[in-house]
Antibody, heavy 121, light 106 residues
Framework: EVQLAESGGGLVQRGGSLRLSCAANGFTFKTYGMNWVRQAPGKGLEWVSY????????YYADSVKGRFTVSRDNARNSLFLQMNSLRDEDTAVYYC??????????????WGQGTLVTVSS | SYELSQPPSVSVSPGQTASITCSGD??????ACWYQQKSGQSPMMVIY???KRPSGIPERFSGSNSGNTATLTISGTQSVDEADYYCQAWDSNTGVFGGGTKLTVL
């Protein structure tokens, strides 16, 4: 059974930093691309970042480019999101998702339960 | 930047067919996915690559994508289908979600 478990969320001051983790189980992690998707309270879904299986390809949404860094450790079956210079609008539940690997698109076939990040002044 | 538009809400009676649309420029040239999110839960993929159903998704869920519009169709809608539905595509190395549609079964 595929399992994705995010952690690392919490309350952080505006301008601060936070590192999210996602522990993957139940599949061969090193062969799948992964995504981060967020959802502000009461709002819709927003794609944040994609990282390929080997970390050779990485993409970011414009809203986080230059502030967030995605990485992975295939030996530890883990995905990370380093978030710096946090803004009020970064407040959201952050989901890690497995990517099905279809060319020319992203396809989030499994989702974690999410971790809440709250940015406060 | 690329945008996907969905109606904010759709209502359907039990047993009837619900159609949720997703509009974007030349969306038919891209792959569309659909996700279902029930209250308090994580999203779940219900359609990928325009028309394909993941294992475990009921046959009453189907998808199409042509021109500028992708459509999620739920035939014989049940009360358990009440949820928010999001379309998603990929453009210029960026993931794009529609704003979401709240499906009410009444």
């Amino acid at each position: 059974e595929v399992q994705l478990a995010e952690s690392g969320g919490g309350l952080v001051q505006r301008g601060g930093s936070l590192r999210l983790s996602c522990a993957a189980n139940g599949f061969t992690f090193k062969t799948y691309g992964m995504n981060w998707v967020r959802q502000a309270p009461g709002k819709g879904l927003e794609w944040v970042s994609y990282i390929s299986s080997s970390s050779g390809t990485i993409y970011y949404a414009d809203s986080v480019k230059g502030r967030f860094t995605v990485s992975r450790d295939n030996a530890r079956n883990s995905l990370f999101l380093q978030m710096n210079s946090l803004r009020d609008e970064d407040t959201a539940v952050y989901y890690c998702t497995r990517d099905l690997g279809i060319a020319a698109t992203i396809t989030c076939d499994y989702w974690g339960q999410g971790t809440l990040v709250t940015v406060s002044s | 930047s690329y945008e996907l538009s969905q109606p904010p809400s759709v209502s359907v009676s039990p047993g009837q067919t619900a159609s949720i649309t997703c509009s974007g420029d030349k969306l038919g040239d891209k792959y569309a996915c659909w996700y279902q999110q029930k209250s308090g839960q994580s999203p779940m993929m219900v359609i990928y690559q325009n028309t394909k159903r993941p294992s475990g998704i009921p046959e009453r869920f189907s998808g199409s994508n042509s021109g500028n519009t992708a459509t999620l169709t739920i035939s014989g809608t049940q009360s358990v289908d009440e949820a928010d539905y999001y379309c998603q595509a990929w453009d210029s190395n960026t993931g794009v979600f529609g704003g979401g549609t709240k499906l009410t079964v009444l």
